[in-house]
């Protein structure tokens, strides 16, 4: 299977621990999002990466978020001091981006998620 | 900013009958707008999408949509729903920065 997997697809945390979340992209795919998802909202956008670099950070990734994609490749994302509040699914989506020109549609590839419970 | 909006929240129809989802988008150029369908414990899968050119688009699973500029719409349809279509419906638009914005989805029901 060459879709974009995530790991762990369940984590159940007390408050104030610290998490982290893994997710590979499809192998050829430069781009890499993560995203979050409440019960009965749609995917919010956090931040995203071409390649290595770090491009935009979402205003709701607050300083306990970090994200890093060290080689391009997989990329992980902790959650530092976790609130009850960050409980939800955490969403990984991959893309191909070409250049900076209208080749770039926003057509993403998801992953299954990691979904966060906060006791 | 752009934003999206899916005005039903939940939607029913019998098998068999027909489906429009209905979708807005705000933003002043035409942008590149999707739709995606998230079953229980599966991630988001795309079923179409409209970059430019033909305003009907044609997606898997039978789906389709139409993109209406006087209207600021993408609503998804289908004629003939089956039971393996009740899931989460999204609907995305992305331009300019290229992340994509999401809608808060529509929860499909199918009653056999």
């Known amino acids: 299977d060459t879709g974009v997997s995530q790991d762990p697809r369940h984590k159940i945390t007390k408050r104030g621990q610290n998490v982290t979340f893994r997710c590979d992209p499809i192998s050829e795919h430069n781009r890499l999002y993560w995203y979050r998802q409440t019960l009965g909202q749609g995917p919010e956008f956090l931040t995203y990466?071409?390649?290595?670099?770090?491009?935009?950070k979402s205003r709701l990734l607050s300083d306990r978020f970090s994200a890093e994609r060290p080689k391009g490749s997989f990329s992980t994302l902790e959650i530092q001091r976790t609130e009850q509040g960050d409980s939800a699914m955490y969403l990984c989506a991959s893309s191909v981006a070409v250049g900076l020109g209208p080749m770039n549609t926003g057509e993403l590839f998801f992953g299954e998620g990691s979904r966060l419970t906060v006791l | 900013a752009q934003s999206v909006t899916q005005p039903d929240i939940h939607i029913t129809v019998s098998e068999g009958a027909s489906l429009e989802l209905r979708c807005n988008y705000s933003y002043g150029a035409t942008p590149y707008l999707f739709w995606y369908v998230q079953s229980p414990g599966q991630g988001l899968q795309l079923l179409l999408k409209?970059?430019?050119?033909?305003?009907l688009v044609q997606g898997i699973k039978g789906f389709e949509a139409e993109f209406k500029r006087s209207q600021s719409s993408f609503n998804l349809r289908k004629p003939s729903v089956h039971w393996s279509d009740a899931a989460e419906y999204f609907c995305?638009?992305?331009?300019?920065?290229?992340?994509?914005?999401f809608g808060r989805g529509t929860s499909l029901i199918v009653h056999p």
């Open positions: 995305a638009s992305s331009r300019g920065s290229y992340i994509p914005t």
């Open positions: 990466f071409q390649n290595e670099a770090q491009l935009e």
């Open positions: 409209y970059f430019s050119g033909d305003t």
